[in-house]
């Protein structure tokens, strides 16, 4: 049997783009721009944490719960990014319940230090 067509493509399909020209930006799923907004979240988080602002970093946290959550929707487990969003989920949850449990302490954290005489 002979080929149908010609082997070799025609030339204006195989043109190269020109020196310098950028590169076509590449599509980013949704579920990575999600992954990116809770790394953004819980870096934002970690330093209301280290700048002893326990009760607004909770809510930073809970947000980025929210946000997994939401990229996990609909998600197949055999996904990529399954795994990892769901390690970041328990990681955030661990963040918040440690959070939780120095908030009675908060006080102390802010106190100034007086030094005694």
Do not use: W
Not at 35 to 60: P, S, W, Y
Not at 81 to 102: A, D, G, H, P, W
Request: net charge neutral.
């Amino acid at each position: 049997m002979p080929p149908s067509g010609p082997r070799v493509p025609p030339k204006g399909s195989r043109e190269l783009r020109p020196p310098g020209e950028p590169r076509p930006l590449q599509r980013v799923s949704q579920v990575q721009r999600q992954a990116d907004e809770v790394k953004k979240l819980q870096q934002q988080a970690g330093d209301l944490v280290r700048g002893n602002d326990l009760r607004g970093a909770i809510h930073m946290f809970e947000d980025c719960k929210a946000e997994i959550d939401d990229a996990l929707d609909g998600l197949p487990k055999d996904d990529l990014c399954y795994n990892t969003l769901v390690e970041t989920r328990r990681s955030v949850e661990e963040k918040i319940s440690k959070c939780k449990q120095f908030l009675p302490f908060e006080y102390f954290l802010t106190a100034p230090n007086l030094q005694a005489k």
